[in-house]
């Protein structure tokens, strides 16, 4: 069965993700998920982004009532043990991009699909390390001027301006971007679906 014949919801207000989502052509309406993001004790960074996806996965199925498919998913940056969210402003977003200039960062990206019509649940996580070349304070300023750090975690989009400064990625570029578009194919092609 092709997955479009079912009926699709994106839990998630990211631009990024619907495009992600568009670019193979999947076809879906976007319900974010109104929650606290706030995880529920987990320890473990993929622990803390799987529990965060399947919150608001959750949180948008139980304002469906009928049969949906329901895709949500997290994404955090981690440096030092230190979660990187979303800079508060311009300082907040240099100081990131001078923590993680000339080193490697993590960024884990879950999955989290609720699969109403068949009661199965998929929820995953991938792990993909990022390094950057050294920046300079001149290059960072730059790069703020852009305005494409501030609503991004970690300060930086791999996939706009701040593709300039990656020196290499072992892992999901998608998953960077914000959704782990191959991990989610898979595993809908093992629910017996096509795309």
Same mark, same amino acid.
């Given at each position: 069965?092709?997955?479009?014949?079912?009926?699709?919801?994106?839990?998630?207000?990211?631009?990024?993700?619907?495009?992600?989502?568009?670019?193979?052509?999947?076809?879906?309406?976007?319900?974010?998920?109104?929650?606290?993001?706030?995880?529920?004790?987990?320890?473990?960074?993929?622990?803390?982004?799987?529990?965060?996806?399947?919150?608001?996965? &959750?949180?948008?199925? #139980?304002?469906?009532?009928?049969?949906?498919?329901?895709?949500? =998913?997290?994404? %955090?940056?981690? $440096? @030092? *043990?230190?979660?990187?969210?979303?800079?508060?402003?311009?300082?907040?977003?240099?100081?990131?991009?001078?923590?993680?200039?000339?080193?490697?960062?993590?960024?884990?990206?879950?999955?989290?699909?609720?699969?109403?019509?068949?009661?199965?649940?998929?929820?995953?996580?991938?792990?993909?390390?990022?390094?950057?070349?050294?920046?300079?304070?001149?290059?960072?300023?730059?790069?703020?001027?852009?305005? &494409?750090?501030?609503? #991004?975690?970690?300060?930086?989009?791999?996939?706009?301006?701040? =593709?300039?400064? %990656?020196?290499? $990625? @072992? *892992?999901?570029?998608?998953?960077?971007?914000?959704?782990?578009?191959?991990?989610?194919?898979?595993?809908?092609?093992?629910?017996?679906?096509?795309?």
């Amino acid at each position: 069965m092709n997955l479009n014949d079912r009926n699709i919801v994106l839990a998630s207000k990211s631009p990024r993700r619907k495009e992600l989502l568009e670019n193979i052509g999947l076809k879906f309406s976007v319900k974010p998920a109104e929650i606290e993001e706030i995880h529920r004790g987990v320890s473990g960074f993929g622990e803390i982004v799987m529990d965060l996806a399947e919150q608001k996965g &959750e949180a948008v199925g #139980k304002l469906m009532f009928h049969d949906r498919i329901i895709i949500a =998913s997290d994404t %955090i940056v981690v $440096i @030092d *043990g230190e979660i990187l969210n979303k800079p508060e402003d311009r300082d907040h977003a240099f100081k990131m991009l001078r923590q993680i200039s000339g080193r490697t960062h993590s960024v884990f990206t879950s999955l989290y699909v609720y699969d109403g019509y068949l009661k199965k649940t998929v929820k995953e996580y991938t792990e993909t390390k990022v390094e950057f070349y050294e920046l300079t304070d001149e290059q960072i300023n730059d790069y703020l001027d852009t305005h &494409e750090p501030f609503d #991004k975690a970690g300060a930086y989009g791999i996939q706009g301006y701040g =593709s300039k400064f %990656i020196k290499k $990625i @072992d *892992g999901c570029f998608f998953s960077v971007m914000g959704f782990p578009v191959p991990l989610f194919s898979q595993k809908m092609y093992k629910f017996g679906y096509l795309l």
